[in-house]
């Protein structure tokens, strides 16, 4: 096989993944409903409990939604990720998941293919969510704009595998939303996405402890940090070795001989 077979494959299963999401406008709009709504009705409540004053000046009144914005931002490459998983379980079920797996070119690289269009779907839906933000006047500094697009491709790469790895155990379409929250869910709230760390520490050490060491922190870290130009090594570094354990299990389920698909019978 030719460097030119591999780039006609990707350029293939990426096109048609923008396309599929250029005409679900549904899937875009929803992917920015909800962290909007974090951002504008749930940051008073969680303002309040965190100690800022109620009534505080304007300057104190954006502190909070500044801080939860880079959360807002992995959110929403979260729930990309398992809508990806989601495309994966539907596409083997109808039988193109089949089509794409019996290609002369190997599994790797076809999930590697799939998981970058999910990842440049989800960094669209970042820098437009970053936009609308700032129409709220929630800035970030300028250069935090294109350092956070590294941090971006690398937490996308590794929440894009981790839900890879999922839709490779998720034998029906039916089972995915219980899989779906049962994953999301714990991952989101036990972060540092709403709140930081020191507070999780107040409330609970075993709740400190499990956020400190849970990828979707360390992803939140990354963002926060490149956002006001800065680089955390250590969140880089956790964020790199869970994409690189997530995509080899991922490929690792998606092999029919050695992994979850033996059992399911199909691809």
Not at 68 to 75: A, E, Q, S
Not at 96 to 116: A, D, E, G, N
Request: glycine letters at 8%.
């Amino acid at each position: 096989m030719s460097l030119l077979h591999y780039w006609r494959a990707m350029s293939g299963i990426v096109g048609r993944e923008l396309w599929r999401f250029v005409t679900q406008r549904e899937r875009f709009i929803s992917a920015l409903v909800r962290p909007l709504v974090w951002l504008f009705v749930f940051a008073a409540g969680f303002r309040t409990a965190l100690g800022l004053a109620i009534n505080p000046p304007y300057e104190t009144y954006i502190l909070y939604e500044v801080y939860i914005t880079p959360g807002l931002c992995g959110m929403i490459q979260l729930f990309n990720g398992m809508q990806s998983s989601l495309s994966m379980v539907y596409d083997r079920e109808m039988g193109s998941m089949r089509l794409l797996m019996v290609s002369p070119l190997p599994r790797w690289f076809l999930l590697i293919s799939k998981l970058l269009a999910g990842t440049g779907v989800s960094v669209l839906q970042v820098f437009v969510f970053l936009l609308i933000a700032l129409a709220y006047d929630i800035q970030m500094p300028w250069q935090g704009y294109v350092l956070v697009l590294p941090a971006l491709l690398l937490t996308g790469l590794m929440l894009g595998a981790l839900g890879l790895l999922l839709s490779s155990f998720i034998k029906q379409l039916e089972n995915f939303a219980g899989v779906m929250n049962f994953v999301i869910f714990p991952m989101f709230f036990m972060s540092t996405a709403l709140y930081p760390l020191w507070k999780l520490k107040e409330s609970s050490v075993l709740l400190h402890h499990l956020a400190q060491y849970n990828p979707f922190s360390q992803a939140v870290e990354l963002i926060r940090f490149a956002l006001y130009g800065q680089f955390n090594l250590v969140a880089f570094v956790y964020t790199l070795l869970a994409f690189l354990i997530f995509m080899a299990l991922a490929i690792v389920g998606y092999n029919p001989s050695k992994g979850m698909m033996t059992r399911k019978g199909s691809v």
